[in-house]
């Protein structure tokens, strides 16, 4: 080369979204490759040619790649950085590093892996006084790529960027290394979105500038995804690529080359074979077998297990006698003893595996899940906390609608629960309005089938209303599927028993086990059976909930109500039914949408002020809300006001001591001690159960339980049925309020709630434990419930702890006499909950007077 010290520019600013999840928690460039960066390789290269000036464009986690590399003294050249301020593209991301750059520069990406000759390259550049020289490469499917084709002077003549099969005219491909001029560059804008391939070298191909392709010899992968990470890694083993690789090498019998770091430490009873490459403080137990295989920094392999064809990351421990085969493995993982990884699992950053988990082929385990030991994982975990044997939570399986809650999972979860039931067994099956709801009905009816499960197809119906049908006893079980009323982007799959009570844990285990064991029924092709469609189940519940309401006191109480039905389900069936109950009804959202449905379920707020204006602008006696699951309701009394959860627990139950001889009546434990006064002063006897569904409709099974009221706006009057209704809750609601001739606000206003406070705290699973023996420990002598975590009595408030049971994390909720106190009791309580966490044991924990 002309300079000594010639300069180049490496783009690193990609967020590799195609090599995920290698990439989930670290920048492409950064991903290891031989137990290096990936760009490492590329700033040894490019030292080797003499380029001794670099120039690194960043954008995406910047300090990754920056800590890691620093001025690059290390690597024997010196490194500056530009942080773009926005996305400029590749060539306006140069632009932005010209004041940095000499006459003639190099410029190339930080994810590939090459050895091309750059010296010869830039000289070739040189020599012809080009605008741009091009490096191109050949390719057996250029369809990724820029294909290029040049004349017998090697002059640029047709280019096009990432063609079709139809479009495809060479196999000659612009591999992303380019040498480029100063002033060319220069004319350029700043901050302006240009591409090298798309915009700038078709524009000044177009204005006919002097543009050439240098056909380079040698290795060149575009690391683009999982599949072409392993093949660079097969290339690496098999000496395909001239590349330094870290470490002393060494061989032996003439077909094993093993590349040793420093401090390894190798059984004499284990076995190499092929070529390997070990990290830093390796350590090989004995019997252990690695053959043609990559293992990171500390990294560790068991007494017996077996690594073939894979690429280790750092501190990876693998117990013993586990075989791993074609799979990548990332940063900190922790491998039990007997497990199975098949071909082409990747195990991301921090995941843990129990002991004799089977991972099966092509699956993917995102960064910090844990598989628990004996399961066995047929499809990819991607998001949630993690996976395990508990695939339940109240009843339920929830998760990403078509990410986690797949067609394919929906089908082996349906026969895995058609499996516990014996063949020809009838399940109903229901679903709320959404697209993602639909198709995995169906994928868990097409599971039900398969098992042998007759299915009855019940389409959408309100999830009440599904309760209902179960009641009758003559079906197995019945299945909802419906957007989560907690995240929109979520499912849930709620199961139910045979008289429509959620399913109890002993059943949903054994449909844990029959999943995660793959033990499903299989039954023959003659015994699948048809699918059944039963026509207008919501003709009896129609008659049954009319016939249960004192229509003589509705209809001569001529109640003039506002109801918003929130686009949901409950406006197929109320307005009927409030129709012949002689109400004077305005509807508000009564057309059935799912996405709006969605939208005010995210954020109701705005859909409750606009009943309170419309509640108090017609001067109604009240309004109600019915949430589009058609389970909970909210409240407007005629002034206007907003019902708070408490207030409406507590008016409600009011109203039913009114009505009726109150004997028994069960809550959550979270909810208002208001009712425990209303108790002691009314004479009824009141039980506090977990804060859950399943807890308040095992309470209302039993027969001296009169009404089960809840503290999220459900209600439960078990003579109707036992499970939370909206509908029916806001029939008795307005009975109610028609037998004792008064308004919502009157009932309020004889007493009201304390003040409420709520608080999650961030929990890994597996301190929860430990903070939930200290808060006992700590707690021994103060009056406390134990129903749901831990509820401490303190006169006139108390507070809940409670670890969450779905997520990794703990919840507060305290009540006092002022909005400050109630505060002030989360803060004393988070912190020591922050405490008890961080606090490993041997140390003392703060003490609880």
């Known amino acids: 080369m002309s300079s000594p010290k010639a300069r180049a520019v490496v783009m690193a600013g990609g967020f590799g979204t195609r090599l995920r999840p290698l990439t989930a928690t ?277 007494v017996g297990s077996v690594v073939r064809g894979s690429v280790l990351w750092s501190d990876v421990h693998i117990g013993g006698n586990s075989d791993i ?176 009570k959620d399913l109890p844990n002993g059943s949903a285990r054994s449909v844990e086990r029959a999943f995660f064991q793959e033990n499903f029924r299989r039954a023959k092709p003659a015994d699948i059976s048809e699918m059944e469609y039963p026509q207008r189940p919501w003709d009896i519940y129609r008659q049954e909930f009319i016939k249960s309401l004192n229509q003589e006191a509705l209809a001569g109480a001529n109640l003039r109500i506002v109801v918003d039905y929130a686009h949901g389900a409950a406006v197929e069936i109320f307005p009927s039914i409030l129709g012949s109950l002689g109400c004077e009804v305005v509807s508000l959202n009564s057309s059935l949408d799912p996405d709006r449905a969605a939208r005010v379920q995210a954020d109701p707020a705005d859909t409750l002020e606009n009943l309170s204006r419309i509640v108090t602008a017609l001067r109604t006696d009240l309004g109600i809300f019915i949430d589009p699951g058609a389970e909970k309701m909210r409240v407007v009394d005629e002034t206007g006001h907003i019902l708070s959860n408490p207030e409406l627990l507590l008016v409600v139950t009011r109203l039913v001591v009114r009505s009726r001889k109150l004997r028994r009546m069960a809550a959550p434990v979270v909810a208002t001690m208001a009712l425990d006064a209303l108790a002691k002063k009314t004479g009824f006897e009141l039980i506090r159960v977990r804060n859950d569904h399943l807890a308040m409709m095992d309470a209302a099974e039993q027969d001296d339980i009169d009404f089960v009221g809840g503290s999220r706006g459900g209600f439960i009057f078990p003579e109707f049925q036992r499970g939370a209704d909206a509908a029916y809750a806001a029939a008795r609601l307005l009975e109610m309020l028609a037998l004792a001739d008064v308004k919502v606000s009157e009932v309020l206003n004889e007493g009201r709630p304390g003040f409420f406070a709520m608080a999650d705290i961030p929990c890994p699973w597996n301190r929860k434990g430990r903070v939930m023996r200290r808060l006992i420990n700590q707690t021994v002598s103060a009056q406390r419930e134990t129903i749901d975590g831990v509820r401490l009595d303190l006169g006139d408030r108390w507070i809940m702890v409670a670890p969450d049971r779905s997520q990794a994390s703990f919840y507060l909720v305290a009540e006092a006499p002022t909005q400050v106190e109630a505060d002030d009791l989360i803060e004393e309580y988070r912190r020591l909950v922050l405490t008890w966490r961080d606090i490993p044991d041997g140390m003392e924990a703060s003490k609880i007077a």
């Open 26 to 302: 670290l920048p492409k460039p950064m991903v290891p490759v031989a137990n290096r960066p990936m760009m490492e390789h590329i700033i040894r290269l490019l030292r080797t040619h003499g380029f001794e000036d670099i120039v690194i464009s960043l954008y995406f986690q910047p300090e990754r790649i920056t800590d890691y590399f620093g001025d690059g003294h290390n690597l024997g050249v010196n490194i500056s950085y530009i942080r773009p301020d926005g996305d400029y593209g590749t060539a306006g991301s140069v632009r932005l590093a010209l004041d940095q750059l000499a006459e003639k520069f190099l410029v190339i990406s930080g994810d590939v892996l090459t050895d091309f000759d750059l010296t010869s390259a830039f000289r070739f550049h040189q020599e012809r006084e080009s605008a741009a020289t091009l490096v191109l490469t050949r390719q057996e499917n250029p369809l990724p790529f820029g294909v290029v084709i040049t004349d017998s002077q090697h002059r640029i003549t047709r280019f096009l960027e990432k063609p079709s099969w139809g479009e495809v005219f060479s196999d000659t491909i612009n591999s992303g290394v380019y040498v480029l001029n100063h002033e060319d560059m220069a004319e350029l804008p700043a901050r302006r979105f240009i591409d090298f391939g798309r915009d700038l070298f078709p524009r000044w191909l177009a204005e006919n500038r002097s543009m050439f392709g240098y056909v380079a010899e040698g290795y060149w992968r575009d690391v683009g995804n999982v599949g072409e990470y392993s093949s660079v890694h097969r290339d690496i083993l098999n000496g395909r690529v001239r590349i330094q690789l870290p470490g002393e090498s060494s061989s032996a019998d003439g077909f094993t080359t093993v590349y040793r770091g420093d401090d390894v430490e190798v059984s004499d009873k284990a076995v190499l074979s092929g070529r390997v490459i070990l990290g830093d403080g390796v350590k090989i137990g004995p019997g252990a077998r690695i053959e043609d295989s990559v293992i990171g920094p500390r990294s560790e392999v068991g």
């Open 325 to 500: 085969s074609e799979a990548i493995v990332c940063d900190r993982v922790e491998v039990g003893e007997r497990v199975t990884l098949l071909p082409h699992v990747i195990l991301s950053e921090d995941v843990r595996l129990g002991r004799s988990v089977v991972i099966k082929a092509n699956c993917k385990v995102w960064p910090k899940k844990e598989v628990e030991s004996g399961a066995i994982v047929s499809t990819s975990v991607v998001w949630g906390n993690r996976w395990n044997r508990e695939l339940f939570t109240d009843a339920k399986v929830s998760g990403l609608a078509n990410l986690e809650i797949t067609p394919e999972f929906a089908a082996r979860l349906g026969a895995a629960f058609g499996s516990i039931f014996p063949a020809g067994s009838s399940v109903l099956v229901a679903r709320d309005a959404t697209r993602a709801a639909h198709i995995t009905a169906r994928s868990l009816m097409a599971g039900l089938s398969s098992s042998g499960i007759t299915v009855m197809d019940l389409r959408m119906l309100p999830l009440p209303v599904v309760r209902f049908e179960l009641k009758s006893g003559r079906e197995a079980a019945g299945m909802y599927v419906r957007r989560s009323p907690l995240n929109t982007e979520h499912l849930d799959l709620i199961f139910f028993n045979s008289n429509g």
